[in-house]
């Protein structure tokens, strides 16, 4: 008997066999198929490129095209069917709204798809904290959604976007990271899109949140130790389907000394909302409270929010009487976080007491 035939044997009495079986345990000897993942690539320094492996924190972003991130990492094709799409091909700081609102978008359309199991977001680090709260708002899907970057180029010594990137498929191949909204992978962690943020610039482990990870990937398994309590993805008010740009919303950063004709100019430039990045809690020089108040007068919104790195935390009608002036404080969001929460809520009208309801519920 032939090889082949031999082998067309074995196939017919493995068939046969199963046949026999119960359909529960049918099912149970049948191969489970492996989910699919797609990931949709922006650029960033986790697609970028420096002249030496020597290199790791001078080089330029986004100059490796998503099936080359995928080829380079061979491992993914071990957790799951995992496909790719360039989205964009910038460095994180040339995100725009309009952008967002695009990426946004396709990410929704991608998780409709029922054949997808998750999808993976590769970004640059600079932004990736907005662009992952953006997406914990407006994508109505309980599926995946991983947003990962790295620190170092490919080409550097110690890379760590292989090892980011593979963790990232991990999780959104997973069922356990259903419902848990927007993750973030970074260095081993699993952050919430929500409340992750960049706090050191030259470090693998750049990443964290004032409230803990939300769990681990090691050696290719995930492992979960809190859930967040705010309102995202499927439980949230807002769609991404139904917004098509969002309003200019202004930063302006406290210190000592400040210029309030930067309110000014915020106002002249389209601002529909001014986030006040105080100092502490939120704090407001007393030569710029008349300031804020007559811009809040004119209908623009004025949201307190803390420039502190770790932990802010701005309390209502502490340091200032938010009730008397109509302001709104950003509760624990800090300041760039703040700016999108309050550009999604602003895409339709709202008073202040509902976008302040909204800076409590999310």
């Known amino acids: 008997m032939t090889s082949g035939l031999r082998a067309t044997c074995a196939a017919l009495v493995a068939s046969a066999t199963l046949a026999a079986l119960p359909a529960w345990a049918q099912q149970a000897a049948t191969p489970a198929a492996k989910p699919t993942v797609v990931i949709v690539a922006t650029g960033g320094t986790i697609a970028g490129a420096g002249a030496s492996a020597l290199n790791s924190a001078t080089y330029q972003a986004a100059k490796v095209p998503v099936d ?26 040339s995100f725009t709204n309009d952008k967002l609102v695009v990426l946004g978008k396709r990410v929704s359309a991608l998780l409709k798809d029922p054949e997808v199991s998750g999808v993976v977001v590769t970004h640059g680090t600079d932004t990736l904290e907005e662009t992952s709260f953006f997406l914990n708002l407006v994508v109505r899907s309980d599926k995946p959604i991983v947003v990962v970057g790295s620190m170092r180029p490919g080409s550097a010594m110690s890379a760590d976007g292989m090892l ?8 959104a191949a997973s069922p356990s990271a259903k419902g848990k909204g927007v993750l973030v992978t970074m260095a081993d962690d699993i952050l919430s899109g929500r409340d992750a943020s ?17 769990g681990m990937v090691v050696e290719g398994k995930t492992y979960w130790f809190r859930s967040l309590a705010k309102r995202h993805t499927i439980n949230s008010e807002f769609d991404i389907d139904a917004i098509d740009a969002l309003p200019e919303v202004a930063i302006v950063y406290g210190s ?15 601002a529909k909302a001014i986030v006040h990045a105080g100092t502490g809690n939120g704090s407001v020089p007393n030569y710029a409270v008349d300031k804020l ?70």
Do not use: C
């Open 68 to 93: 080359k991130l995928i080829a380079g990492v061979p491992e993914l094709a071990s957790v799951a069917n995992v496909r790719g799409e360039q989205a964009f091909q910038i460095a994180s700081e």
């Open 164 to 171: 980011n990137l593979y963790d990232a498929v991990v999780v």
């Open 198 to 214: 960049k706090r050191v610039n030259i470090k693998t482990s750049a990443f964290s949140s004032p409230w803990g990870s939300l």
């Open 256 to 270: 000592g000394s400040m210029n309030p004709a930067l309110y000014d100019a915020a106002v002249q430039g389209g």
């Open 293 to 362: 108040k007559a811009i809040r007068e004119k209908g623009v919104m004025i949201v307190r929010s803390t420039r502190v790195g770790e932990g802010g935390f701005v309390l209502r009608n502490a340091e200032q009487p938010d009730d008397q002036y109509d302001w709104v404080v950003a509760h624990d969001l800090n300041p760039q976080k703040a700016k999108i929460l309050a550009a999604v809520a602003l895409t339709r009208p709202r008073s202040s007491a509902e976008l302040q309801r909204i800076f409590w519920e999310y």
